[in-house]
């Protein structure tokens, strides 16, 4: 075991001798539930520190790769996590089947775009295309050209926000890298950045996004290679980053030139606030993703990318090797939605019914003391004593939500629950008594705060 670990490594820093056993455990050259060597027999078989080493195995701890256990040793448990531990994962098990399920985070059926007519006027076969045509329908690029917040040198469309955001982070992350993610953030993204390595470091929030002074703390501490942010509908608290703190946060990247920023605007044209972006001021080093789930249907898994070349290019140069392209007949009917004077009315629609049903149910939360957030999307973030006791209490009732821990980084100050707001079309003061219930202080000792999220939506 030794002498194969010792044979793999070539670069005998930490991050090399992670990546060279993350190897060896993803070829199966060292398979599940092997015992790896203490961190001293491997530190002295590398001729390197055994601080050095037990850096590698944090690293490969946190990526899921090896697991301790006491005394017994260090194990390895596979090149990927056991689904059981992925935090969108979990909430399948544990929903129960409730009859009123607000922990999903998905957009109101009743409030989406008609695709009927779209389909009918693009049902010809023109956008059949071949195997030689160009990714991206040149009419959709030049629209969605029009309307990114700055001049991308370079734009494609994937299959959805969580496949745009897997491919950023294949093409410009590597086992080891930091980076720097929002504290919450969309437990998918934790879980995805766990799968690739990397070492995620939350950053504080308040009521306008990210703290300037929290991420330069994290810039200077920490040679990270990206931040991942969502600058509007933060899932799940509903913030949204203004111009001013968009132009602060631009100021402090200046310090990390070397620092990809890679936004998802997955809320789109649901969101009320204006679209702001770091692109702005950092055009050279700002992916942004633009999603049409929420907006238009999470069926069509249509997303934007755009931003520098050297990244999209990359991007796209590997989805060749995969499914090269998105439908262009899906991108046809998205180019018919986005430019149909009825569908661009009833997106308008949807939009003015979501800040309202915010709006009603935050008013009746707060009339009866209730701490919560609901600026903006379709979410609304509420301050609970005890997530699995007001999971319970919410149950009793018939309710589902969505537990905070999963969103955390890192722990808050106190337990939340995500509530989808946007699919409570009534009945407000009823689920605010419901809601209100849930945060009575009661005996903590639930136990362990479960790693839970709806799976496969945001």
């Known amino acids: 075991m030794l002498t194969l670990i010792t044979g793999a490594v070539q670069d005998r820093s930490a991050r090399g001798i992670a990546a060279a056993v993350s190897r060896l455990i993803t070829s199966g050259r060292l398979p599940a539930g092997a015992r790896l060597p203490t961190v001293r027999v491997v530190a002295s078989g590398l001729g390197v520190s055994p601080t050095t080493v037990s850096e590698a195995w ?7 790769a090896i697991q301790t256990r006491g005394r017994s040793g260090t194990f390895v448990s596979g090149p990927l996590p056991p689904r ?9 098990s544990a929903r129960m089947n409730l009859p009123r399920d607000l922990s999903t985070g998905v957009p109101d059926p ?9 389909l009918r006027r693009i049902g010809d076969g023109r956008w059949a295309g071949s195997y030689l045509d160009v990714p991206v329908l040149p009419e959709l690029e030049s629209l969605l050209r029009e309307q990114w917040p700055y001049p991308p040198e370079r734009l494609t469309v994937v299959d959805g926000a969580m496949d745009a955001l897997d491919r950023v982070a294949g093409a410009a992350l590597r086992y080891g890298d930091h980076v720097l993610v929002e504290n919450p953030a969309f437990p998918p993204l934790l879980d995805l950045l766990q799968a690739v390595g990397a070492t995620v470091i939350g950053v504080e929030m308040d009521s306008a996004g990210l703290v300037p002074d929290a991420l330069q ?8 290679v990206a931040l991942f942010l969502q600058p509007r509908a933060h899932n799940p608290t509903g913030t949204s980053m203004d111009a001013a703190r968009a132009a602060l946060l631009a100021n402090v990247l200046l310090e990390a030139p070397h620092l990809l920023v890679v936004e998802d605007d997955h809320a789109g044209d649901i969101a009320t606030a204006p679209v702001v972006s770091l692109g702005r001021y950092l055009p050279e080093r700002t992916v942004r993703v633009a999603s049409f789930a929420k907006s238009h249907g999470p069926d069509l898994r249509l997303a934007a990318v755009g931003g520098p070349a050297h990244v999209l290019t990359a991007l796209a140069d590997r989805r060749l090797l995969g499914p090269g392209w998105s439908s262009r007949l899906l991108q046809g009917v998205l180019l018919d939605l986005l430019t149909d004077p009825g569908a661009v009315a009833r997106v308008a629609t949807a939009r ?14 707060h009339a009866r003391g209730v701490t919560a957030t609901a ?16 999971m319970v209490a919410l149950a009793a009732h018939g309710v589902a939500a969505a537990p905070g821990a999963p969103f955390c980084v890192t722990p808050l100050d106190g337990d939340h629950l995500r509530i989808t707001v946007g699919l409570v079309a009534d009945g407000y003061d009823d689920l605010a008594d419901v809601l209100a219930a849930a945060t009575f202080p009661t005996t ?6 479960g790693l839970a999220h709806p799976p496969g939506w945001r």
């Not at 944090?58 to 899921?64: E, F, H, K, S, Y």
């Not at 703390?217 to 990270?224: G, S, T, V």
């Not at 903590?444 to 705060?449: A, E, I, P, Q």
Request: glycine share 8%; hydrophobic share 45%; aromatic share 6%.
């Open 84 to 92: 059981a531990r992925l935090r969108y994962a979990q909430l399948s």
């Open 352 to 365: 003015t019914t979501y800040a309202e049903r915010r709006g009603l149910l935050l008013k009746a939360l």
């Open 217 to 224: 703390q994290a810039i200077r501490d920490y040679r990270a």
């Open 444 to 449: 903590r000792g639930s136990g362990r705060r």
């Open 110 to 118: 009743l409030l989406l775009p008609d695709l009927s007519q779209a």
């Open 375 to 390: 600026a903006d999307g379709i979410n609304l973030w509420m301050a609970v004593p005890d997530q699995q006791n007001a």
């Open 58 to 64: 944090r690293n490969l701890i946190l990526a899921g």
